[in-house]
């Protein structure tokens, strides 16, 4: 039976949800140069048009057909929006809100999932090349590992966890990110060149909204209006708390200052690392989870320095790392009174290590399916229409080389203008 309240809710949750990949483009966009600042957010923007369509297509029908299957990959039953409606949908869902709403909701997950990864490509990736990698992408690598953990797959089934996306999004992301940008290669001139954010106020901006529609992406994966969806929307503002001082503590420490742009990072970095646990863990495990992701994720980023890796806005640094931390230590804190979906309790709850085992063939299945096929998937791009900008367009930015615009005039003779 579809309930009133929890429809209500779900509404506002996707709605939530949707807003935050304006507000992902804005906090990346920030950071890259103002030559760069439209192409940033042509990317984002485009993604919300795109994976759209794409997921109604095929890609739902591929995450959630024949749900609860155990299996890896779901069928054809739902393509083209065949029987997807206003009503509740198959009683293996046990959906109370319409199955149609439920599609949407995904939907706004599709959206944001490669969206994330724009923010290591930064400043390079040419856009006929991105289009075409998130196309491919969602269908061969989202779709199935969404089936695996939201759409009762194979790791559901061998015990593993993730209430809202710590593996199906930021560690699917964040390992496709590292795979992308080493095919791209270094911006020119990185690290040498100093390639500082233009504006940091659209940063903080676009952080606000990723919290603001972060409690959507967490709380409203309880798909109802009820007590785990207020234990979610609690645990993370929580843990985007704990993580902005877990960072800027690392900060004062190592540099002597607190910086804006660590209190944003680290703010996401607990945003990231919460959403596996939002709805299993409880008490004060929000802010434990939370601290470490600050601190772990700060001093994550400077392995790009060490390795050589140019990711250019930290997204392997944040999403992959925090992911990846906030999955294991899922393995220590899920605690049954909070959701009776937990089988096997966290260590420090007297469960035994388990899930945490659960949990480490997550992260890592996760991890080496994304990276491996989103290498070979970006190689071949690249072998056939190439996925870098020529240095001459690089060095124009993207704005102008790719979108024929510019984010700022200055008072100058606009772009449209200089076409004609």
Not at 64 to 71: E, L, M, S, T, V
Not at 117 to 146: E, H, M, N, Q, S
């Amino acid at each position: 039976m579809i309930d009133t309240g929890d429809t209500a809710w779900m509404l506002i949750a996707t709605g939530l949800v949707l807003f935050m990949t304006p507000g992902l483009a804005f906090f990346y966009g920030g950071m890259v140069r103002a030559k760069n600042m439209l192409g940033m957010l042509m990317q984002n923007f485009f993604a919300m048009g795109l994976m759209a369509i794409l997921w109604v297509a095929i890609a739902f029908s591929l995450a959630f057909g024949n749900f609860g299957d155990g299996g890896f990959i779901g069928n054809l039953d739902f393509a083209w929006m065949h029987n997807i409606a206003g009503d509740a949908g198959p009683a293996a869902f046990g959906l109370t809100i319409p199955f149609v709403l439920f599609c949407a909701y995904q939907m706004t997950f599709a959206v944001i999932t490669p969206a994330l990864i724009t923010g290591a490509t930064a400043d390079r990736f040419k856009f006929k090349a991105y289009a075409v990698f998130i196309a491919v992408w969602l269908i061969v690598v989202y779709a199935p590992v969404a089936h695996w953990v939201f759409g009762g797959g194979w790791l559901t089934k061998l015990g593993a966890l993730d209430f809202a996306g710590g593996a199906v999004v930021h560690i699917n992301a964040g390992a496709a990110a590292l795979a992308v940008i080493l095919v791209l290669g270094k911006r020119h001139g990185w690290p040498r060149e100093g390639m500082h954010p233009h504006s940091l106020p659209f940063t903080l901006l676009g952080t606000g909204i990723l919290w603001f529609g972060w409690f959507g992406f967490n709380a409203g994966s309880a798909l109802g209006s009820n007590g785990l969806a207020a234990q979610a929307l609690m645990n993370t503002f929580l843990a985007a708390s704990a993580g902005m001082i877990g960072w800027l503590i690392v900060e004062q420490v190592k540099e002597g200052k607190p910086t804006t742009l660590g209190a944003a990072s680290g703010a996401v970095a607990g945003l990231v690392a919460i959403t596996p646990c939002a709805g299993f863990v409880g008490g004060m495990a929000p802010i434990v989870i939370g601290l470490a992701a600050g601190v772990l994720c700060v001093l994550a980023i400077r392995l790009k320095f060490r390795f050589g890796y140019d990711d250019s806005l930290d997204v392997v640094g944040v999403h992959l790392v925090g992911g990846i931390i906030g999955g294991l230590l899922l393995g220590f804190f899920a605690d049954a009174k909070v959701n009776k979906a937990v089988t096997h309790e966290g260590v420090f709850l007297g469960g035994g290590f388990s899930l945490l085992w659960y949990q480490f063939v997550a992260c890592a299945v996760t991890f080496a399916f994304s990276f491996t096929v989103s290498f070979v998937l970006a190689k071949v791009i690249d072998r056939t229409i190439g996925m870098r900008v020529s240095e001459e367009d690089e060095a124009e930015g993207l704005d102008f080389s790719q979108h024929a615009e510019t984010a700022y005039s200055f008072g100058s003779t606009g772009s449209m203008d200089r076409l004609h």
